[in-house]
């Protein structure tokens, strides 16, 4: 999908967000300032090199910063913004191909003067969004805007790890009681009788003993024996009680969406098969599927899985043979659970794109008689292989999109909403079930979490966001 989402107009009318002065005292690998001369608008030779190495880089946020201070009063500060985002749109056209990206107006009001307005900040700041960081205890971090991204201590959690951490949850979420453990233990102890033996071995043979030490007379001992009873506490597995997955999914993250999308929507889809990603960051919800299966599976009801990593030890390979998909078919949660542990590592990285529709056309290849797919999607990746949607199209399975990583349903990606419309599915965020996107037809406009779209020549165009 590489047409044109946002537009150089669209952003350049947008409300501006009125500050005293930008702070740029901030030093990040994440943060890019691209600083302008004041109402002009040029990049250098070494921004165009900059925005070539970006052009597969996940970027949360985009800043455009001047100052309220006009010197003349026929200035049009819409007119100058709008160049200067049509300015970008040329260097860095992805950017604008993209939904997903927070774009800012910022709009410096701490001076009235020429000489100090010069001196502020004036350009575009560019925020890259962490992949697959954890503090040093572990915690997911999910924005630029935690400061704690900084911290020299963060790190890119390994799949290892993210297997060991998933292991550790779903231990977690098992109930358990205490039992007391009852054991006996015999202690013998020997013990003088006061006697003593007499030296001669006949004499010891005849029982004589004395009552005086005199040399060669040995202590008379006896074995005494004693039981001590001993309770211990035990924790086991609690058949009776009731397992609190929410809990555990909130030690690892805000965004409980396949937990709760499973919980409130499975049962309607039954006989589809679940085609989750298992790429670097998406642990937390991988997580989630597989607290759902450990109280939810039903014995000889077999559920359908497909695991995809993106190619394997060969990431971003040939569109429609980049391969890294595994298949399973179970009726109990650890089969299933293994075979995504061997998805996850056997993954070796790559660019964030995915090969989503591959995944959904080889789910369907193993479980042709499946009414449909249900795709567990990381919201902040594209799909690379969207040239694949006629064949999908051609299959007529719908595609049900559980979308990872905004939480509330906020933002969702373009991606997800064109494979929903195309193929007859929904979308599907924490609290929302969307459904009627097939319907949408040329001049339409709806509305998905914070964003407007319209529909124009059979592209979703966004035209406002809340």
Avoid at 147 to 175: C, F, G, Q, W
Wanted: proline share 3%.
């Amino acid at each position: 999908m590489d047409s044109v989402i946002v537009s150089p107009e669209l952003l350049s009318q947008a409300k501006e967000i009125e500050i005293p002065q930008y702070d740029i005292s901030r030093k990040s690998k994440y943060i890019i300032y691209l600083p302008m001369n004041y109402s002009k608008f040029l990049f250098t030779e070494d921004d165009k090199k900059l925005f070539f190495t970006l052009r597969d880089t996940l970027i949360e946020r985009i800043d455009l910063v001047y100052t309220v201070f006009r010197r003349s009063k026929t200035f049009d500060q819409v007119e100058l913004n709008r160049e200067r985002y049509k300015m970008f749109q040329n260097h860095f056209p992805q950017a604008f191909n993209n939904n997903l990206i927070d774009w800012n107006l910022i709009a410096q009001n701490g001076t009235m003067e020429y000489e100090e307005a010069q001196g502020y900040f004036h350009g575009f700041v560019i925020y890259l969004k962490p992949h697959r960081v954890t503090t040093k205890n572990g915690v997911t971090i999910e924005t630029v805007m935690d400061l704690r991204v900084d911290d020299p201590e963060t790190k890119k959690l390994e799949t290892n790890e993210e297997v060991a951490k998933i292991k550790t949850m779903l231990s977690e979420s098992i109930a358990t009681k205490i039992i007391k453990d009852t054991s006996y233990i015999k202690t013998k102890r020997r013990t003088w009788t006061g006697m003593y033996l007499a030296k001669s071995f006949n004499k010891r043979k005849k029982g004589i003993k004395f009552k005086e030490k005199r040399p060669g007379r040995q202590k008379e001992y006896i074995i005494k024996y004693k039981t001590e009873m001993k309770i211990t506490d035990r924790e086991v597995p609690d058949p009776d009680a009731s397992p609190q997955p929410e809990k555990v999914i909130a030690k690892l993250t805000k965004d409980s969406v396949v937990f709760s999308v499973l919980k409130r929507t499975l049962e309607r889809w039954e006989d589809y098969v679940i085609v989750q990603d298992v790429t670097g960051s998406m642990h937390p919800y991988l997580t989630q599927t597989l607290l759902y299966l450990q109280t939810h599976i039903k014995k000889n009801t077999t559920e359908k899985f497909v695991f995809f990593n993106d190619g394997d030890n060969k990431p971003d390979g040939k569109i429609g043979y980049s391969g890294g998909c595994y298949y399973v078919s179970a009726d109990n949660a650890k089969e299933i659970e293994e075979m995504a542990f061997e998805a996850m590592r056997n993954g070796n990285g790559g660019k964030e794109s995915e090969n989503d529709i591959e995944a959904i056309l080889y789910g369907i290849t193993k479980f042709p008689k499946c009414k449909g797919v249900v795709l567990i999607a990381d919201n902040f990746s594209r799909v690379r292989d969207f040239k694949l949607i006629p064949r999908l199209m051609k299959i007529g399975k719908p595609v049900r999109i559980v979308v990872c990583g905004i939480a509330k349903g906020d933002v969702v990606n373009l991606d997800y909403i064109y494979l929903a419309k195309y193929t007859k599915g929904s979308i599907h965020t924490i609290n929302d079930d969307i459904s009627d996107l097939a319907t949408k037809k040329d001049g339409d406009t709806f509305k998905i979490g914070s964003q407007h779209f319209r529909v124009d020549k059979n592209i979703i165009k966004l035209i406002r966001q809340n």
